[in-house]
């Protein structure tokens, strides 16, 4: 925040012409800025959130309940639905593919998948944090390609048995004796911002 004191300005008028000024550059910049980024970034997430949840209950868990299809890693071979992360990763694809500078994708310290490793520093140090403490995102800027990027990074939970059970007898899983609830990795999300 900016203080401005009018104590050397003698003239009130000239004073009060400076504070609008400053009020009016404020005013623009606040309108140029637009919504805060961790904001836009809570948006996204409720809705990668919302679908990653929806999909894994209402779709794969109630085929798999009416013993009409499993989900897994092969189902492009197989008559199968593809596994929730790999909905997710696919949307973020999607989103490439769009031409948006929006990124999303699922990264874990653990990765079953290498390529879902964290990307950087800022990934290892946040996915880091979130598996301590998943209730608060890990989020700041970096730069990318000479571009100012925010990225925030939620929790990713085993919110079901099926991931705890799928992970664990997963031959390449980098942690097994997952448990219920455990942080398994974190949705990351990032778009530039000035
Ligand atoms: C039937 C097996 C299966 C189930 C169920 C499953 N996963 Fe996975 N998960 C995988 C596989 C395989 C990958 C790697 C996908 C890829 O990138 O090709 C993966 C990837 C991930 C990743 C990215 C890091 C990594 O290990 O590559 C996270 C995080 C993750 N899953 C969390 C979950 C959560 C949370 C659930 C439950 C809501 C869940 N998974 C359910 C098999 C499963």
């Known amino acids: 925040m900016r203080t401005i004191t009018c104590g050397t300005l003698t003239l009130l008028g000239l004073c009060a012409l400076t504070l609008g000024a400053v009020r009016g550059e404020m005013a623009g910049a606040g309108a140029q800025g637009g919504i805060p980024p961790e904001v836009v970034a809570g948006y996204v997430y409720a809705i990668v959130q919302a679908d990653r949840t929806l999909y894994t209950t209402h779709v794969v868990e109630r085929m798999e309940e ?98 705890v059970e799928c992970h664990n007898g997963h031959g390449l899983t980098g942690k097994p004796g997952l448990k219920l609830y455990d942080v398994m990795g974190g949705i990351v999300i990032s778009f530039p911002s000035p």
């Not at 800022?122 to 970096?142: D, H, Q, S, T, W």
């Open 66 to 163: 009416l013993g009409k299809a499993l989900a897994t890693e092969q189902w492009k071979k197989q008559e199968a639905l593809p596994l929730p992360a790999q909905m997710l990763l696919m949307a973020g694809e999607e989103i490439k593919g769009q031409g948006t500078d929006l990124r999303i994708r699922l990264a874990s310290l653990w990765p079953i998948n290498k390529a879902n490793g964290p990307a950087d520093d800022f990934e290892r140090v946040g996915l880091e944090r979130v598996a301590k403490e998943p209730k608060r995102p890990y989020a700041g800027f970096i730069t990318q390609e000479g571009k100012r990027v925010f990225k925030a990074i939620y929790a990713d939970r085993a919110v079901t048995k099926a991931c």
